[in-house]
């Protein structure tokens, strides 16, 4: 089977390229809302403990319950994010690599004719 072009490859490495940022994009919205739903579950919870607006328990149970998920999003999509980037950082080198490998050819510094 017959090598592929490397212009063809590079092209496949930048369509990799941004699908990893896509994925990457999405991790960052997740943790930012797993963030938001740990401090919203323990500002509930405290509310509740301190019993300003009645004190119920499904209320706590829905805190800690938002706390707790919160808490599983951020790990995983804190991990997801770390590998997303690793491999982009693995693609960005093969991709260097391969435009390196190039021989490029040098285009003179004249200027142009006006027509």
Not at 1 to 16: F, K, L, V, W
Not at 48 to 74: C, N, P, Y
Not at 86 to 114: C, F, H, Q
């Amino acid at each position: 089977m017959a090598e592929d072009n490397p212009t063809d490859q590079i092209s496949r490495i930048e369509a990799r390229l941004e699908e990893l940022a896509a994925v990457a994009e999405q991790c960052r919205k997740i943790i930012l809302v797993s963030k938001a739903a740990i401090a919203a579950g323990a500002a509930m919870l405290l509310v509740t403990m301190l019993g300003l607006f009645g004190s119920s328990a499904a209320v706590a149970l829905g805190s800690i319950g938002a706390m707790l998920g919160g808490i599983v999003a951020l790990g995983s999509n804190v991990s997801t994010l770390q590998q997303t980037m690793d491999a982009i950082g693995t693609a960005e080198v093969l991709r260097s690599d391969l435009i390196s490998g190039i021989e490029l050819r040098v285009v003179g510094d004249r200027p142009m004719k006006l027509v």
